[in-house]
């Protein structure tokens, strides 16, 4: 039975190279940040990576690494309740807590574990989840966990979610749960509306806000600022600290203290993982110090999204519309998407072709996301590149004139 395992792997491994969807791993040999070293040697600009604030080795993340190393140790090489918890960690999250106007925070290793840990403790099969259909892989699986009657909702369509709400009238808990920004196409959740239909139908909303804490709404609170409803009762945040928030791991949930002080009671990937690193706990918390002194880094960020925006608009090419640094340049064809990339690459610039199963079949292109490093020069030299290999592919629809 093993060979036949292993043989069949090898001819999936085929027939995804021969379909042009293998993913290959490019090695970097730099520190992240938006101008990178590639390992033959290559200096390009980085435009794909989750480090919106461009955090991930700023000075003073770097130094604020260096003294929690000194201070507090490398690991813990404990779980949090038997000897895994140094103060740093509680106060880590009372930071997040206080950032996000909830009433208690609990860290994970990631926030893949956090949504895999969110679900399990409330809810069973007498309860109903209610799931937008494009929602995150951690939020899928961690559902898939539960017992709970599951059900999924057209992407943003109101009506259908208030459909699904009332088909679960007779559960005894219902939760809603959505991304805050969707990492495919930069679109947002109406957390204003969704909130008003989860108290029409007393349930709970969960909001996934990975890709919005720190940068999106006036003062980078995510998308519960953008829309509203920062402190909202029936409100559950989960979030990451991989992205914006510094770049390495770490991942939490935020809400009512009853619900976190359950999670701490039941929640599996926090019993039986290993507690994050206090070098990224004590980092984390500095720079949420630093985000609630100053919105200039999320300034500079929502600049340099609209510079980019409205270059890729004028030359002529296929991109979803909104506000959010992830800028997704539909191409369709998943070939054709891996080969603008690999052509970017020969221009300096660094982006990457996703395609199914990542993203829908016929919904292939390449994700551009912005960060508050890039300089203006950046971000002409990556336009004009774009403009360049999309004229020389065929992909440019005509330039807007003005």
């Known amino acids: 039975m093993s060979s036949r395992l292993i043989e069949w792997a090898q001819q999936q491994l085929q027939e995804i190279s021969e379909a042009g969807l293998y993913k290959h791993e490019r090695l970097i040999d730099s520190p992240q940040g938006v101008e990178i070293t590639l390992a033959d040697g290559r200096k390009v600009i980085n435009f794909c990576a989750n480090n919106y604030l461009g955090l991930a080795s700023h000075p003073r993340v770097i130094g604020a690494a260096h003294r929690a190393l000194d201070r507090w140790g490398y690991g813990m090489a404990s779980v949090r309740f038997i000897c895994g918890t140094q103060t740093i960690h509680r106060e880590l999250e009372k930071a997040i807590a206080d950032f996000l106007h909830c009433e208690d925070s609990i860290l994970y290793a990631a926030c893949f574990d956090a949504n895999g840990g969110v679900f399990e403790p409330f809810f069973g099969p007498e309860d109903a989840i209610i799931s937008d259909e494009l929602n995150h892989a951690s939020i899928i699986d961690g559902i898939r966990l539960t017992k709970a009657k599951r059900f999924v909702y057209k992407h943003l369509d109101l009506a259908d979610l208030e459909e699904k709400l009332r088909e679960a009238q007779s559960a005894r808990f219902r939760v809603v749960v959505t991304d805050g920004v969707f990492s495919m196409d930069g679109d947002y959740a109406p957390l204003d509306k969704i909130l008003e239909l989860t108290q029409r139908y007393d349930a709970m909303l969960l909001v996934d806000d990975s890709h919005a804490t720190g940068f999106v709404g006036a003062t980078g609170r995510g998308t519960p600022e953008k829309f509203g409803i920062l402190g909202a009762p029936n409100l559950i945040l989960t979030g990451t600290l991989g992205k914006a928030l510094g770049g390495a791991m770490g991942g939490f949930v935020a809400g009512p203290a009853p619900l976190i002080a359950l999670l701490r009671q039941r929640s599996r990937p926090y019993l039986f993982s290993n507690s994050l690193s206090p070098v990224i706990v004590a980092t984390a918390k500095e720079i949420f110090t630093w985000l609630s002194e100053t919105t200039e880094l999320r300034d500079r960020l929502e600049a340099n999204t609209r510079r980019f925006r409205e270059g890729l608009t004028r030359a002529g090419f296929d991109i979803k519309p909104g506000d959010h640094p992830i800028v ?75």
């Open 328 to 402: 997704p340049i539909m191409l369709y064809d998943a070939v054709l998407a891996h080969r603008m990339a690999d052509a970017l690459l020969e221009e300096g610039i660094y982006v990457i072709g996703f395609s199914y199963p990542v993203v829908p079949r016929g919904q292939a292109r390449i994700r551009v996301q912005l960060s508050a490093a890039h300089t203006f020069e950046h971000i002409d030299k990556a336009i004009e590149a774009f403009t360049k290999v999309g004229r020389a592919l065929g992909v440019l629809k005509g330039a807007v004139v003005g």
